[in-house]
């Protein structure tokens, strides 16, 4: 059965910093990968999708990659931002069909 | 080309009321997915459905729940005497195809609060 960790649960940085953000799944055969990103009481903002034959994705300052064998992705923000506060979710489409998630990373960036 | 749409958007409900959610999916799309975030918790599958099917329904709670996509119209997800656990966002996405590598589109999401 499909498992997705995030770590860590919270993360707080000053502004300007670059930040790394993990995802882990246990079972290596995916479709693909994707990041999202959800403010508080609001909807789901997809960052980036990542097929299982990529290793990585960028859009402006954010670069997720994704290592299939070890079950590992990353998403790498450059110069962190205050309004880039929020809850950084990673999900993934194993052999089924359905999106397995993570529990998210609480991501606080202090002005 | 319009996205996923869900409405209402914010849903409020007694205890023992019903409560009806719907899911337009982009233009094309005839597969629809619906996901349950409960508070401070991640997003769990609910359901899969294509037109008049329901494919995969192994996420919905055994009562009160149910699911349809019918051949004209929006997917609704209709929850029957709604319970104060049943509070949550509750996500609907959509995709051109199931299997495979395909991208699910989402919906803003219907807030439901039983009061």
């Known amino acids: 059965k499909q498992e997705v960790t995030q770590i860590p649960a919270a993360l707080s940085v000053p502004e300007g910093e670059n930040l790394v953000l993990n995802c882990s799944f246990t079972d290596s055969a995916i479709y693909n990968l994707q990041w999202f990103r959800q403010d508080p009481g609001k909807g789901l903002t997809s960052l980036l999708l990542?097929?299982?034959s990529q290793r990585e994705q960028t859009s402006g300052r954010l670069n997720a990659s994704l290592d299939k064998s070890s079950g590992r992705s990353t998403l790498y923000i450059a110069a962190s931002q205050p309004g880039d506060s929020a809850t950084y979710l990673c999900a993934v489409k194993d052999s089924n069909y359905q999106l397995i998630w993570g529990a998210g990373t609480k991501l606080i960036i202090k002005p | 080309n319009a996205g996923v749409m869900q409405n209402p958007r914010h849903l409020v409900r007694r205890r023992g009321q019903e409560a009806r959610l719907r899911c337009s999916p982009m233009k094309g799309h005839s597969h629809v997915y619906w996901y349950r975030q409960l508070p401070e918790e991640g997003l769990k599958f609910m359901v899969y459905l294509q037109k008049e099917n329901i494919i995969d329904e192994s996420g919905m709670p055994k009562e009160r729940f149910s699911a349809e996509f019918p051949k004209e119209g929006p997917s609704i997800l209709r929850i029957q005497q709604v319970v104060r656990g049943d509070s949550a966002a509750y996500f609907c996405a959509s995709s051109p195809q199931g299997q495979g590598v395909h991208e699910q589109y989402f919906g803003p999401g219907t807030r439901l609060t039983v009061t």
């Open positions: 990542i097929q299982s």
